[in-house]
């Protein structure tokens, strides 16, 4: 019944990571394009896709979870230390807000 020899597997994971982060840490993201966003799940999707399919599985999953090292290394020790970022919270929003170079007006201008 259960079969996971096919590639919808991979996409299965990918998916469920993105869909968990965007739920998650979506509002972090607020001002991004969405065309960024699909984007990025994209390239990751077919970064996945190629490893797993060109040296394995294995490799593609090992792989996956590495990509987690440098968002936490920036969330935990890059951001607060060097920007002075709480890298779960994003506050202060103001300095959020310089270093994604977002306008901090976001009512628009009146």
Known sequence: MW?????????????????????????????????????????????VLAVSYYIGRNIAMIMLALFFLPVVYIHGWWLPRKKGINGWTAEPKGRYYDFRKWDKNIFGKD
């Open 3 to 47: 079969n996971t020899d096919s590639f919808w597997f991979e996409i299965a994971i990918v998916s469920i990571i993105f869909a968990l982060g965007n739920m998650i840490f979506g509002v972090f993201e607020e001002r991004t394009p969405r065309l960024r966003k699909v984007a990025k799940y994209l390239l990751t999707l077919g970064i």
